[in-house]
Structures are given as structure tokens and as C-alpha cells.
């Protein structure tokens, strides 16, 4: 197996892994459909600003050139993994281990307009990001690979967060 394959079965071991705490966690706690769907909306509205603080301190490790070759696939490929989860929660109603009725539930109008609001900002800062790039590259070169890594990351960073701001102040507002 190459490099890249075995950076991606861990990142994605990684994710399993999570997602079977999660599943166990979850097992205690609300009786009815509806109380487990206002407990998982506020669990997400605390868990997405930690998910954003991961997911930007992750850089940090791809940042260090002082890795092997190896050590660098790993970190590339968790990152991608990572972002490619990311990605799929704010396009989807998250929660994917939960019974449909719940995650009917938990993606209320409020929600989904919560949800766009952010997708918008991340692609937004995206093309910022891309328009900032392209006027580096007229003075440096820049890998096309470097170019994307910051790109995504920008962009999901941002929608990330300001997702996590605005179901903040939805339930503090309730």
C-alpha cells in the first residue's frame, strides 16, 4: 500500500471511531423523538465551535516541514478526510447515526437558514482566498496543492464557524 492509502485508512479509522462514541453516548440520555432532537441541536451548536478550533489547529501540523514523507501523507490525508466529513455535516442534516425522524427534526427552518447563511460566508471567503492567491502567485509561485489546502480550509473554517455563532444565538435566543 502506498502512502496515501494508508494516511486515508486512518484518518478514516479516526472517524469511525468517533462516530461509534458518539453512537454509544448517545444511547443514555432523552426519551422521545422530540427531546432527542433538541438535546442533539444543542450538542451541535457547542460541538461546532470545537469541530472549527480542530479543524484550524490541524493546520499547525501540516504546516511543519520537519515531517518524513510519510509522516506528511498522513497529515495530508487526515486533513482531507477531516474536511471531507466536514463538508458533508454542513451540507447534509448532520447526525447521520440518528433515527430520520430525529434528524427531520433537528433541521428545522431555522436551521437550514442557519446552515445556508454559513455556506454562503464559506464560499464567499473561499473566492476571497482564491482572488488573494491568485495575486501571490503574479509575485511566487505556488503549488496548486498548497493553493487548495488553503482555499478549503478558509472556506470550511469559516462556514464552520459562523454556523456555530448563529445556532449559538438561535439558542440563546429561544
Known amino acids: 500500500m502506498d502512502d496515501f492509502t494508508i494516511g486515508f485508512l486512518v484518518g478514516l479509522a479516526a472517524v469511525l471511531v468517533i462516530a461509534a462514541i458518539i453512537k454509544l453516548r448517545s444511547r443514555k440520555g432523552p426519551t422521545t423523538v422530540a427531546e432527542k432532537a433538541e438535546d442533539l441541536s444543542k450538542r451541535r451548536a457547542r460541538m461546532l465551535p470545537a469541530l472549527a478550533l480542530i479543524f484550524l489547529s490541524q493546520q499547525g501540523a501540516y504546516l511543519s516541514h520537519a515531517s518524513s514523507n510519510t509522516a506528511q501523507t498522513i497529515k495530508i490525508s487526515a486533513w482531507l478526510v477531516l474536511s471531507v466529513v466536514l463538508i458533508a455535516a454542513l451540507a447534509t442534516k448532520g447526525f447521520w447515526f440518528e ?39 503574479m509575485f511566487d509561485n505556488m503549488k496548486a496543492r498548497e493553493s487548495i489546502h488553503i482555499i478549503m480550509t478558509l472556506g470550511i473554517a469559516a462556514a464552520l464557524l459562523r454556523w456555530a455563532y448563529l445556532e449559538r444565538r438561535a439558542h440563546r435566543d429561544a
Open 99 to 137: 433515527p430520520k425522524a430525529v434528524r427531520d427534526l433537528i433541521d428545522d427552518e431555522n436551521t437550514r437558514a442557519n446552515r445556508n447563511d454559513a455556506m454562503r460566508l464559506g464560499f464567499l471567503v473561499s473566492m476571497a482566498a482564491a482572488i488573494g492567491i491568485y495575486f501571490m502567485t
